[in-house]
Every structure is written in C-alpha cells, then in structure tokens.
C-alpha cells in the first residue's frame, strides 16, 4: 500500500492543501486591501478588488513565472471560496496522467443531492484561454459545474 492510499495521510494532505489554498487567498486578499476577517467572512468581498488587479496585468508581457504565480492565486481563490460560499471540500484524487500522479479536485453537493467534481486548476486555465480574465465568469463557470446554482431554465420555473 502506498502512502498516498494511507487514509490518514491522505487526509492530512488535503488538510494541509485546503489551509494552503484559505492562508493564498486571504493573501491575495490582503494585498488587494481586503481585510483577512472580510474575506473570511465573504470571499467575495475581494471579488472587485481583483478584478481590477487582472484587467490592469501587462498580460501581454507575462513571462512563465507571472502566469504560473497568476493561476496559483486564482485557483486558490477560487477553490477557497467554493469551499466557504458552498460548502464544497477539497479531495486527492488518483490521476496517472498528472506528473504528480494526483490531482486536487473540488466536490460538493449539487442542487439534486448529487455529488459533483470541479478542478479549479482546470477552470482558471479554461479563463486563460477565453481572455479577458472575468472573475465573475470563472466562478460561474465553477458553480455550474458542481451544480450549485440553479439554471435559467430552473430560475424561470420557479425551481
């Protein structure tokens, strides 16, 4: 068996990922002029904030690093604050074509009392590839996914 089929490990390594993710994102908070308990309170406090920290990037002249500090922030956010606006939980999972051999997903309950799974890493890659970045767009894209808001269709039905 190996160590990452260890149940307690595995726990403790996706504790430690969840807390990562929280301490990045209340960072990333605090450097947008958003105090540590706002955002813990409402991570979309910071949602103004770092949309217009995005829309003013030099996106142009990123270099390899920029990218890669710019989709750590954001997937932490992102992950964050579907684990606090949704009740959603970090997981590992098993995944050979990663170079980790795992993956971080997000999982919470949709609306019908299924079990849904997101990648934040994923969905802010997908942002990168329809520029402009649109915060508000990729947490949409996130929800929608996990089933945790309701659809147009469900909205106009009264469902």
Do not use: C
Not at 79 to 85: E, F, K, M, P, T
Request: hydrophobic share 40%; net charge negative.
């Amino acid at each position: 068996m190996s160590q990452s089929s260890n149940p307690d490990s595995a726990d403790a390594e996706v504790q430690e990922w969840t807390e990562g993710a929280h301490l990045n994102a209340v960072g990333l908070a605090t450097v947008l002029g958003v105090a540590p308990e706002e955002y813990t309170a409402d991570p979309l406090a910071l949602l103004p904030g770092l949309q217009n920290y995005v829309d003013r990037l030099p996106l142009g002249e990123f270099e390899q690093s920029d990218w890669v500090t710019l989709h750590t922030d954001l997937t932490s956010y992102l992950g964050d604050l579907l684990v606090r606006r949704r009740g959603a939980i970090w997981k590992k999972v098993d995944d050979r074509s990663s170079p980790a051999g795992y993956r971080y997903l997000i999982e919470a309950e949709g609306l019908d009392g299924k079990r849904y799974q997101a990648e934040p890493y994923d969905v802010v890659m997908e942002e990168f590839q329809h520029l402009p970045i649109e915060i508000g767009r990729m947490i949409a894209n996130a929800e929608a996914v996990l089933h945790v808001t309701p659809t147009i269709n469900e909205d106009a039905l009264g469902g």
